[in-house]
Nanobody
Framework: QVQLVESGGGLVQAGGSLRLSCAAS????????MGWFRQAPGRERKFVAL????????YSENSVKGRFTISRDNAKNTLYLQMNSLNPDDTAVYYCAAKFARNNYYYTTPNDYPYWGQGTQVTVSS
């Protein structure tokens, strides 16, 4: 089992920045992929960015490219999402997720991930 705990959400004005953290514990030595997803009120959960622990490659959804950066601290088993130039459309609950994979495919669908954190609220005011 893997436990994930997010932190770092909050209220920020448009154009501001936030850094989200996701601390992983439990069977972390088996994790191969971690990702960030977000869910706005009344909307489905959507992919934001992922980090593959096997080769340190990353992939981001188009609307956040150039604004959001996903990274990982190996020693702390922690995933980060640095979010810059935030706008009101980024308002959502942000979730981190983890999975064990045996290939190099980029998993961008929520159903691909069995382990989830509790989520952290990000609100961007205009």
């Amino acid at each position: 089992q893997v436990q994930l705990v997010e932190s770092g959400g909050g209220l920020v004005q448009a154009g501001g920045s936030l850094r989200l953290s996701c601390a992983a514990s439990g069977r972390t030595n088996s994790i191969t992929d971690m990702g960030w997803f977000r869910q706005a009120p009344g909307r489905e959960r959507k992919f934001v960015a992922l980090h593959k622990w096997t080769d340190n490659s990353t992939y981001s959804e188009n609307s956040v490219k150039g604004r959001f950066t996903i990274s990982r601290d190996n020693a702390k088993n922690t995933l980060y999402l640095q979010m810059n130039s935030l706008n009101p459309d980024d308002t959502a609950v942000y979730y981190c997720a983890a999975k064990f994979a045996r290939n190099n495919y980029y998993y961008t669908t929520p159903n691909d991930y069995p382990y989830w954190g509790q989520g952290t609220q990000v609100t961007v005011s205009s």
